[in-house]
């Protein structure tokens, strides 16, 4: 993931209204390749904190697409949708993985490397085969509807990984708001 991607990204979002479901979710792919960034530049306590917040930036960023933005899709291109709710299942599965490894061995950085290769490329599926689709089917006024809804899904959802319920928006409706109490308490005692 690169610094001119992110770039991109930002430059594409800014030519989007504001609550734009799409500008939203393209700013938030930005900031996710600029944590990447931050964790393989840093060490000690600095990448275990840069991490810690691109943990729970996917959390809630992948929980909020999977009960917002895949339903939608689902209704317009099914097969897209469930390629996508795989990918998040086993991204979910690995920053599980991760999250329990020591930020500052060799280990974790081979496996970052591997992830942050897996996420920029589930990022571009969804830029190039699901944004395209959504946008084309909606209203301007639904894409900004979408957008709100999606931002108010984030402050309920999950923190941390959570395999259980990944790749299912019926299990993140379900579960989610409650393992998110307990993630953003787990979180303040921290």
Wanted: glycine fraction near 4%.
């Amino acid at each position: 993931m690169t610094t001119s991607e992110a770039e991109a990204e930002r430059a594409r979002a800014a030519q989007l209204p504001d609550d734009d479901v799409v500008g939203v979710l393209l700013l938030q792919h930005a900031r996710i390749r600029d944590l990447f960034a931050d964790v393989r530049s840093t060490t000690g306590e600095h990448k275990r904190q840069a991490f810690d917040e691109l943990r729970a930036l996917l959390a809630v960023h992948e929980t909020a697409e999977e009960m917002v933005l895949r339903p939608v899709t689902a209704k317009i291109d099914r097969a897209v949708a469930e390629a996508r709710n795989r990918e998040e299942d086993e991204a979910t599965r690995v920053l599980k993985t991760l999250e329990k490894m020591d930020v500052n061995s060799g280990e974790f950085d081979r496996k970052l490397a591997e992830f942050e290769q897996a996420v920029a490329g589930h990022a571009e599926h969804e830029e190039s085969e699901e944004f395209p689709r959504v946008r084309a089917a909606r209203t301007e006024d639904q894409l900004e509807h979408m957008g709100r809804r999606l931002r108010t899904a984030e402050k309920i959802a999950p923190t941390h990984p959570h395999p259980s319920t990944a790749g299912s928006p019926a299990a993140q409706w379900t579960v989610g708001p409650v393992a998110s109490i307990i993630d953003r308490a787990r979180d303040a005692v921290r």
